[in-house]
């Protein structure tokens, strides 16, 4: 059944890879760019990350990027998460998201759902041009999401 569901998002990947890049396009719009990842990272227990927890918890102002798109696991026991964000500063933004990634793995207490813990562990950011990913993800959704994402800038 895994390797389905895996083989199901690779194809997801294929697809919007495929619709989001055409040739000589530098920036293929963040409707394009978060239509590419929601599909293959958001799912029906998913909601939109709250204003409040970005600039508290994750410590990033609005004023650090243009558009977002976001996703929260709604689920307690489960920590999916991502974020697509559109910047005129891309550096500073990635390195406010790797240092809530360092934060959320230096506060994790290991006895608390330690399945989840490999998410985390395996967290990463992605920088395109002036746009901004991460995922804490399961290995196979964050593979498809990375592929969407990158996808969206080559052609």
């Given at each position: 059944m895994k390797r389905i569901i895996a083989l199901l998002l690779v194809l997801t990947a294929i697809f919007c890879f495929c619709a989001c890049g055409s040739p000589g396009t530098g920036d293929p719009g963040m409707e394009k760019v978060s239509a590419a990842v929601t599909?293959?990272?958001?799912?029906?227990?998913?909601?939109?990350?709250?204003?409040?927890?970005?600039?508290?918890?994750?410590?990033?102002?609005?004023?650090?990027?243009?558009?977002?798109?976001?996703?929260?696991?709604?689920?307690?026991?489960?920590?999916?998460?991502?974020?697509?964000?559109?910047?005129?500063?891309?550096?500073?933004?990635?390195?406010?998201?790797?240092?809530?990634?360092?934060?959320r793995e230096e506060i994790w207490m290991i006895e608390y759902l330690p399945?989840?813990?490999?998410?985390?562990?395996?967290?990463?950011?992605?920088?395109?041009?002036?746009?901004?990913?991460?995922a804490i993800l399961d290995a196979d959704t964050m593979s498809a999401a990375e592929i969407a994402f990158k996808g969206c800038f080559e052609g």
């Open positions: 599909a293959v990272a958001d799912n029906e227990n998913m909601q939109p990350i709250p204003d409040s927890y970005m600039q508290n918890m994750m410590q990033i102002d609005p004023s650090m990027y243009d558009e977002v798109t976001t996703g929260i696991s709604k689920v307690g026991t489960c920590i999916d998460e991502y974020g697509v964000f559109k910047t005129s500063d891309p550096d500073a933004l990635a390195d406010a998201l790797n240092a809530y990634l360092e934060y399945e989840e813990h490999p998410k985390l562990q395996n967290a990463e950011v992605w920088t395109v041009g002036s746009y901004v990913m991460y």
